[in-house]
């Protein structure tokens, strides 16, 4: 069974240009969440989905990030602009019962 | 204060010895705990899962809770070289009928195994 399916796995861009990160979730999985990890830290969610529904997006700074969740599979992050504090790695996860599955991770560097 | 502690080490150890990682938190309505395992340049990869108190073997891993004191331990037995990595704890209040609502974790503790 492949797992959560995340991409680009790195990526470097210059402040205030926009990005965005995709997730495809482990199939069957109605539930999807990014996390936010800085280094050294672990993991904070940002939002988490069930289906299409966008149910905890408390964390999300919604001035400059972005989520959605198209027909209840694949889902986008986007940052607009981005800046230099937001250097992380943007994790999706999914999950269908009470275990949460972690994909590799987005790897942003801005510069 | 964090909700959920973990010394961020590190911690090295010679192979063979046993390894004991442990977390305290501070939301009695955690109920679900588990073990994340995170290689360089990976994501975190679930180690071991346990509802409210007791202990679970997998292996060469026991997870322990201790609801009581708000204490949480992973032991590794026979530690070897591969088991070098960050290792973080994880807990959550709530399970909906569509998963886990909310994973809040420790800072994870860096651990080097030593040959």
């Known amino acids: 069974e492949a797992g959560v399916v995340q991409s680009p796995r790195y990526k470097i861009i210059e402040k205030k240009q926009p990005v965005a990160f995709w997730c495809n979730p482990i199939s069957g999985h109605n539930t999807l969440y990014w996390y936010l990890q800085n280094l050294g830290q672990g993991p904070e969610l940002l939002i988490r989905y069930e289906n299409e529904e966008a149910v905890d997006d408390s964390q999300l700074p919604k001035d400059r990030f972005s989520a959605e969740r198209l027909k209840g599979v694949d889902s986008t992050l986007k940052i607009q602009p981005a800046e230099l504090g937001d250097s992380a790695v943007y994790l999706c996860?999914?999950?269908?019962?009470?275990?949460?599955?972690f994909g590799e991770g987005s790897w942003l560097t801005v510069v | 204060q964090k909700e959920v502690e973990q010394d961020p080490g590190p911690l090295s150890v010679p192979e063979g010895a046993i390894v004991s990682l442990n977390c305290t938190y501070s939301n009695s309505a955690f109920q679900y705990f588990m073990w994340y395992r995170q290689y360089s340049r990976k994501g975190p990869e679930l180690l071991m899962y346990t509802y409210s108190s007791g202990n679970k073997e997998d292996g060469r891993f026991t997870a322990q809770v201790d609801k009581s004191s708000k204490y949480i331990s992973l032991f590794i037995r026979d530690s070897q070289p591969s088991d070098s990595a960050t290792y973080l704890c994880?807990?959550?209040?709530?399970?909906?009928?569509?998963?886990?609502?909310?994973?809040?974790f420790g800072t994870g503790t860096r651990l080097t195994i030593i040959p």
């Open positions: 994880a807990m959550s209040a709530m399970v909906s009928n569509f998963g886990n609502e909310k994973l809040t």
């Open positions: 996860a999914s999950s269908s019962g009470d275990t949460i599955y």
